[in-house]
């Protein structure tokens, strides 16, 4: 997935930025994940409102739905919304 380890270490930085809540059954064993309250406040930076595209967007990240994303799931939600992106691209551009 990302084998770049200064990339990973990176997003490691930015996950813990965000991690606000104890995750005591983290299987990573970090013990931090971001919940739906800090993901919104980030997205709330994009001063959108609530949209249901942001609310699909975290569900991606979500994958076990427990409400939490644990950096496993941080990073495999980016590469998710980064994978094929012109097959998407192509997918949603105007005829």
């Given at each position: 997935?990302?084998?770049?380890?200064?990339?990973?270490?990176?997003?490691?930085?930015q996950?813990?930025?965000?991690?606000?809540?104890?995750?005591?059954?983290?299987?990573?064993?970090?013990?931090?994940?971001?919940?739906?309250?800090?993901?919104?406040?980030?997205?709330?930076?994009?001063?959108?409102?609530?949209?249901?595209?942001?609310?699909?967007?975290?569900?991606v990240?979500?994958t076990?739905?427990?409400?939490?994303?644990?950096?496993?799931?941080?990073?495999?939600?980016?590469?998710?919304?980064?994978?094929?992106?012109?097959?998407?691209?192509?997918?949603?551009?105007?005829?």
């Amino acid at each position: 997935m990302i084998d770049d380890q200064a990339a990973l270490e990176a997003l490691y930085e930015q996950f813990r930025c965000l991690a606000s809540v104890e995750f005591k059954s983290d299987p990573m064993k970090l013990g931090a994940a971001i919940d739906r309250d800090a993901y919104s406040e980030c997205v709330a930076y994009l001063e959108v409102g609530h949209n249901v595209i942001f609310d699909k967007v975290f569900e991606v990240y979500d994958t076990d739905k427990n409400g939490l994303i644990g950096f496993q799931e941080f990073v495999i939600g980016i590469h998710v919304l980064k994978k094929d992106q012109k097959r998407k691209l192509r997918c949603i551009s105007l005829p």
